[in-house]
């Protein structure tokens, strides 16, 4: 108000008439220019609080808006589609179905069929999280899995063990002949009669694929490694997996045989202490790496395809409690790692 007066003063005295007889006093410039500036800051103060009210008004509807581009893609995108196929875990006393991966784009092995073959790798665990599951989620292929847990390459002492042996397996197999495997699969594990029959389902004219999974068992059983006299002695390592080898190729040639290693594990002493692999002697004096190495020479002479899991599969000493539940056997991340790397490696063969 006191810039007001101020500014009105001179315009009154510029206003002034004159005294007769004088001359008008003309209104000087700087009067009219402050009279401009006037009228320009009450324009501009008449600007700015049009531009207040604008920026009052506007984030009510920009909220609004921001509501409504939030929620229109729920409305009207597609809902997001993804398929996992599981096979539940058997509960009679029917044999398991064979695991065939389903997806939306057929995978490699697609219609291939795949038998598996093993130790307690394999067989301890049947239903959707055991490692040939994995191996058909990987491969597409339909695989059984015929795994007999305790059992070997070679001979066991035991009849219940010994008659699901592979080279015992390989005899059955050639003649269409299980009288012994009948005979002796109550004396094995309690899921023995259920893996007998799923076995006798499998039409192995129509097989493409057998996977070889033994060792380890043999290795802790004192298996011999080789006998010098007779390389094809189903009583050591290497002559049980070459009459396995040879028999079913004879029966069956059509069927790509693919011999996977023992894998990493670990020994406990009775005080409790961890001995690796590699200074683990059994009693032979051979390590598990022999057997291995030993396992993979013979598959060399018959050129097959060899599934390396000791190596390969990245299993060992520092990682060895997050994927074995007791220094052996496979956790369900470890049966899943080693499916994978399974179906992998045959993917990588196999054509």
């Not at 493409?208 to 007779?230: A, C, K, L």
Request: charged share 20%; hydrophobic share 30%.
């Amino acid at each position: 108000m006191q810039e007001q007066e101020q500014n009105q003063e001179p315009l009154q005295e510029s206003g002034q008439q004159p005294e007769q007889g004088q001359e008008p006093i003309p209104t000087p410039p700087k009067s009219r220019n402050r009279r401009g500036w006037l009228y320009l800051l009450a324009v501009l103060n008449l600007v700015v609080l049009l531009y207040s009210v604008i920026q009052i008004i506007q984030p009510a509807r920009q909220v609004d808006t921001d509501l409504t581009s939030f929620h229109s893609p729920i409305t009207t995108s597609p809902p997001i589609r993804t398929t996992v196929t599981t096979t539940a875990p058997s509960t009679d006393p029917k044999p398991e179905p064979p695991d065939t991966a389903e997806e939306a784009n057929p995978l490699p092995l697609t219609g291939k069929t795949i038998v598996c073959f093993g130790d307690s790798l394999f067989g301890m665990n049947r239903d959707h999280t055991s490692t040939p599951s994995y191996l058909a989620k990987r491969t597409g292929g339909t695989v059984y899995n015929v795994g007999f847990g305790g059992c070997r390459m070679s001979h066991h002492p035991y009849t219940g063990y010994n008659e699901f042996g592979m080279s015992a397996l390989a005899d059955a197999i050639a003649r269409n002949d299980w009288t012994a495997q009948e005979a002796a699969a109550s004396q094995g594990s309690d899921y023995f009669p259920q893996q007998l029959k799923l076995l006798k389902s499998i039409d192995f004219e129509a097989v493409d694929i057998i996977v070889i999974h033994y060792g380890t068992n043999d290795f802790t059983g004192g298996i011999p490694i080789e006998s010098e006299s007779n390389p094809k002695d189903t009583a050591t390592l290497t002559g049980a997996l070459r009459h396995s080898i040879e028999t079913i190729q004879t029966a069956y040639p059509q069927i790509r045989i693919y011999v996977s290693l023992p894998v990493y594990r670990y020994f406990t002493a009775e005080d409790g202490t961890i001995i690796l692999p590699e200074d683990y002697y059994n009693a032979h004096q051979n390590t598990l790496i022999q057997f291995v190495e030993a396992i993979r020479a013979v598959a060399g002479e018959y050129q097959l395809p060899v599934i390396d899991g000791y190596y390969g599969l990245g299993v060992d000493q520092s990682n060895a409690k997050q994927y074995l539940i007791d220094g052996t056997h496979h956790t369900a991340e470890g049966r899943k790692r080693f499916g994978y790397f399974i179906g992998s490696c045959i993917l990588a063969d196999y054509s």
